[in-house]
């Protein structure tokens, strides 16, 4: 089946610096890709919308200039948290929507586990 | 806009027991429902969907989820669970737009017990 590539899975950055996360479809094209973030024990929180060559579009409350979302291909967005703080620690999931597929098909990656100390 | 309701945060059953999953939905449109799995941190598995047709949509690991328009229900079933089956649950629903956004509800954690 489908599969959507998170990467990396877990990463630890210090107060300040920035991380990056990728998200890649690996056998299909994804115009849409959804990137979220999940507290523990709670629920996905959809963070921005992607779509390849244009600018994302992000959800009320979430700061666009801190979560900078790319998505420069038809397989590939990014989400680099810029100026973490402890406080941006989270789990957080990519999903894509296929475009060959029909209804609203969407896979998710395996998530990314963000520490920031 | 569309909006997810789970009504149990968690739901014990024993082992080899049915269970369902409650999840109603409100939207103004016609929309698409998902049920999705997640084990203990990892990503989000599809167990079923419903675009249209069939108001029984059967889907992964012996579940099914049934359609109810008038009530706009779209409960999660299995007729007798396994330990494996402890995960947390998430109802899901988007509108049949080519550029719709999931919107997920709170989730509801099945814990068996055997």
């Known amino acids: 089946g489908a599969v959507v590539s998170q990467h990396p899975s877990r990463v630890i950055c210090k107060s300040g610096t920035s991380v990056k996360i990728e998200c890649r479809s690996l056998?299909?094209?994804?115009?849409?890709m959804f990137w979220y973030r999940q507290f523990p024990k709670q629920s996905l929180m959809l963070m921005a919308t992607?779509?390849?060559?244009?600018?994302?579009?992000?959800e009320q409350g979430v700061e666009k200039d801190k979560f900078l979302i790319n998505h420069a291909s038809l397989t590939l967005s990014t989400l680099t948290v810029t100026s973490a703080h402890p406080e941006d620690s989270s789990f957080y999931i990519c999903?894509?929507?296929?475009?060959?597929?029909?209804?609203?098909?969407?896979?998710f990656g395996e998530g990314s586990w963000l520490t920031v100390v | 806009a569309q909006s997810v309701t789970q009504l149990d945060s968690q739901v014990p059953v024993f082992e080899e027991a049915p269970v369902e999953l409650r999840c109603n939905y409100s939207s103004s449109v016609s929309v698409y429902l998902f049920w999705y799995v997640q084990y203990p941190n990892q990503g989000l598995q599809l167990l079923l969907k419903?675009?249209?047709?069939?108001?029984l949509v059967k889907g992964i690991n012996g579940f099914e989820a049934e359609f109810n328009k008038s009530q706009t229900s779209f409960h999660l079933r299995k007729p007798s669970v396994h330990i494996s089956d402890t995960a947390e649950y998430f109802c899901a629903v988007s509108d049949r737009g080519s550029a719709s956004k999931i919107i997920f509800g709170s989730g509801t954690r099945l814990s068996i017990r055997p």
């Open positions: 056998d299909f094209q994804a115009t849409t």
């Open positions: 999903s894509a929507r296929d475009r060959g597929a029909a209804g609203n098909t969407i896979y």
């Open positions: 419903y675009l249209s047709g069939s108001t």
């Open positions: 992607s779509n390849e060559g244009s600018k994302a579009t992000y």
